[in-house]
């Protein structure tokens, strides 16, 4: 397996690893290093955490008999909820490419059965979420 190197790893786990520490450690600051992507990683975390009630409402709205948020993994949930996020407010980037994107950063994070489960959540959520 090849060694990944810091700058290769996707913004988005960069986003799922700022907003799981800021779950953990609430009362610390969320730093942004230095990047090409620190704007974007800046805008999604911040927007996933001050919106993370709505993300939920929008959720139970949509899948309630697919997904039990009480019972979600922590990290599955912090995956979808940016996913969402992204969905709702980035109307910039294609749908496509927001649920491909999460689908990578998913294989950083969970096993293959997970990586379907939020593969299927997304796309059931995104055509609900932006119907033309």
Do not use: C
């Amino acid at each position: 397996m090849p060694k990944i190197e810091k700058k290769d790893i996707s913004p988005r786990v960069r986003v799922v690893q700022k907003i799981y520490g800021s779950m953990m450690n609430p009362d610390e600051e969320i730093s942004y290093p230095k990047s090409q992507f620190k704007k974007f990683i800046k805008d999604v975390t911040e927007g996933t955490l001050e919106r993370r009630e709505f993300i939920e409402e929008t959720l139970v709205k949509y899948l309630e008999n697919d997904l039990n948020l009480k019972k979600t993994d922590k990290i599955l949930k912090i995956i979808i909820f940016a996913a969402v996020f992204e969905l709702l407010y980035k109307h910039n980037t294609p749908i496509k490419v927001i649920i491909s994107e999460y689908i990578k950063t998913s294989e950083f994070f969970l096993e293959q059965s997970q990586i379907k489960y939020v593969n299927a959540i997304l796309d059931k959520l995104s055509k609900q979420l932006r119907k033309h």
